[in-house]
């Protein structure tokens, strides 16, 4: 985006009430996104009964097949005993069935049911009819930049990947990663 288009972009947020000391913080500014894609991507999968965890349990089984009932968790950022909660949420509702894994009898792989592959794909429609709405004012370039940049600081070496990967051990390994301990500078 060029300089002239920037500032009236930021010119038309500070219009809106956004004050313009946050709306120059990329923090800001990726975090109220967060939220408002949340909320529309609930608000496209609310009719299916879904929320928006077990939209995106059922969109990674429908992408990426059965998955190890250990590896959920660390892949949906959530600890085992949610993990669980949610698994018999939408097993109870007929989605998915648990499978002894072939390879470790001792655990289970999450397997989608015909009804929730069809669920899964009737999602997949009403989230991307929602994303068409959401993004409708990038252009395919934009939008497909914005996905490398936020997919970039989530994969290359940096203290948001190193974050998400520190979470996602942890949740794999222990559960849910310690809270960090914030020091007090001393007076």
Do not use: W
Not at 46 to 61: C, W
Not at 62 to 71: D, H, I, N
């Amino acid at each position: 985006m060029g300089e002239r288009r920037r500032q009236e972009v930021q010119e038309r947020c500070t219009a809106e009430g956004y004050p313009e000391a946050l709306i120059t913080c990329p923090d800001f500014v990726l975090s109220t996104l967060a939220v408002s894609v949340t909320h529309l991507v609930e608000t496209a999968i609310e009719p299916l009964g879904l929320r928006m965890r077990h939209y995106r349990l059922l969109r990674m089984l429908l992408g990426s097949g059965p998955q190890r009932q250990s590896a959920v968790g660390a892949a949906l950022g959530i600890d085992r005993t949610s993990v669980v909660a949610l698994i018999d949420e939408i097993e109870a509702g007929g989605l998915v069935r648990r499978e002894r894994d072939p390879e470790d009898r001792r655990a289970y792989v999450v397997v989608l049911t015909a009804k929730g592959r069809r669920a899964a794909q009737r999602a997949v429609e009403s989230v991307s009819v929602a994303e068409a709405a959401m993004f409708g004012p990038l252009t395919v370039t934009e939008k497909n930049n914005l996905q490398n940049l936020a997919t970039r600081l989530l994969a290359e070496r940096g203290p948001i990947a190193d974050r998400h990967r520190e979470e996602s051990l942890s949740l794999r390994e222990r559960g849910p990663a310690p809270p960090r301990v914030r020091r007090r500078p001393r007076a």
